[in-house]
């Protein structure tokens, strides 16, 4: 499933036109995404979580040379699944 | 951000839909989504990242309070790869 078949489906469920679906797909997606760039978690009931960590920097390797390298401090995302879609899958 | 937030700030940006329009817009949104993965498939948003099904193995753990054994059987799990837009945006590197 691409972005576009999540428009489809709101445009056939919802009688929006397939502009309005696009632009409400889409900025759902960025509200998410700039709410993350601010570093706050998004809760989203019956699906999951996302939340932004703080990783200290440590010392890695390139796997490929084996060859020492620092990795620095960096913040990521991370997905935590709801108890309801886990069920859901299973 | 709740569910709800983004609902009320997506209402704030179209002005001229209903909050009721919104909210059902933002449940089809996650349900597909739901149901694309209960079907076992993926989904790509491009600059969000990819939503894909791993399977795990079944195996013996534990029950980390009482310590008793239990089997866990076969299961599926969804897992989320954060695409490179989103990444730098979370790093504050772009």
């Known amino acids: ?90 | 951000m709740t569910k709800s937030d983004l609902i009320k700030s997506l209402q704030e940006r179209f002005k001229t839909y209903t909050y009721q329009d919104m909210y059902q817009a933002v449940n089809i949104i996650f349900d597909s989504m739901v149901e694309a993965l209960r079907k076992g498939e993926r989904i790509e948003v491009r600059g969000f990242g990819n939503f894909t099904i791993r399977e795990r193995k079944p195996r013996l753990g534990r029950n980390p309070k009482s310590g008793a054994q239990v089997e866990l059987s076969e299961r599926r799990v969804p897992f989320f790869k954060t695409g490179k837009e989103l990444k730098l945006m979370v790093d504050n590197k772009k």
Request: hydrophobic share 35%; aromatic share 6%; no cysteine.
């Open chain 1, 1 to 90: 499933m691409t972005k576009i078949e999540i428009i489809q489906n709101v445009y056939e469920k919802l009688g929006f036109s397939k502009k309005e679906s696009a632009d409400i797909v889409e900025t759902v997606f960025d509200l998410i995404k700039e709410k993350l760039a601010q570093g706050e978690k998004v809760k989203i009931s019956g699906f999951g979580n996302f939340i932004v960590k703080e990783k200290r920097s440590r010392r890695g390797r390139n796997p490929q040379t084996g060859e020492e390298i620092s990795i620095t401090a960096r913040r990521v995302l991370t997905f935590k699944s709801s108890q309801v879609l886990r069920k859901a899958l299973n």
